[in-house]
């Protein structure tokens, strides 16, 4: 069974400091990972996705990183907002199934 | 539809009566899944459906939980006689086979 680990739960940061939210998984065979952003009372949005062969995966401010080996990925938020604040989840593919991790919660500090 | 849309978006039920929940996948996803996301807690995975098939229900929580998908599209999960431990909020995502999922906006159940 796959088991996500998200650390740590929680973060607290000045605006302008960068992110880094790690995630790890114990079963390295995986199709993708994915990490989502969540506000209080919402659904998940999607960040990034990064293949079992991939490295890495940018887009705009984010950069994931995947080590599938060693069963790590890290997230991170360069020059954080505080409309980065949300929770943000890691979920692992196997076959089919995502299995998630129970999330970083961000808060960003003007 | 451009995104996941979930139905009700909250529903307030009386302990025993049962609840359908609506969830309409984006259009051409072949992958649909049903999860569940109790007060602070994490996502429980529910039900995975390919096409109109579930080769997996072993999220399910009791025989009281029940999921149909319809034409490849439109998925129902039914809750009967509902309990208070079945409060939580109920989200759907779709994919194309093993590729990003897009979840919905949730249904909030509220058993009282």
């Known amino acids: 069974k796959q088991e996500v680990t998200q650390i740590p739960a929680a973060l607290s940061v000045p605006e302008g400091e960068n992110l880094v939210l790690n995630c790890s998984f114990t079963?390295?065979?995986?199709?993708?990972l994915q990490w989502f952003r969540q506000d209080p009372g919402k659904g998940l949005t999607s960040l990034l996705l990064?293949?079992?062969?991939?490295r890495e995966q940018t887009s705009g401010r984010l950069n994931a990183s995947l080590d599938k080996s060693s069963g790590r990925s890290t997230l991170y938020i360069a020059a954080s907002q505080p409309g980065d604040s949300a929770t943000y989840l890691c979920?692992?593919?196997?076959?089919?199934?995502?299995?998630f991790g129970a999330g970083t919660t961000v808060t960003v500090r003007a | 539809g451009a995104g996941v849309s979930q139905s009700p978006s909250n529903k307030v039920t009386e302990k025993g009566k049962d609840v359908e929940l609506r969830c309409d996948p984006i259009?051409?996803?072949?992958?649909l899944y049903w999860y569940r996301q109790s007060l602070g807690q994490g996502l429980e995975f529910l039900i995975y459906f390919q096409g109109n098939s579930a080769p997996d229900k072993s999220g399910l929580p009791s025989d009281r939980f029940s999921a149909e998908r319809t034409g490849g599209s439109v998925s129902t999960l039914t809750i009967q006689r509902t309990q208070q431990e079945d409060s939580a909020v109920y989200l759907c995502a779709s994919s194309l086979m093993n590729t990003e999922a897009f979840f919905g906006q949730g249904t909030r159940l509220t058993v009282v």
């Open positions: 079963d390295s065979a995986i199709y993708n």
């Open positions: 990064i293949q079992s062969s991939q």
């Open positions: 259009s051409g996803h072949t992958a």
């Open positions: 979920a692992v593919r196997g076959d089919y199934k995502l299995s």
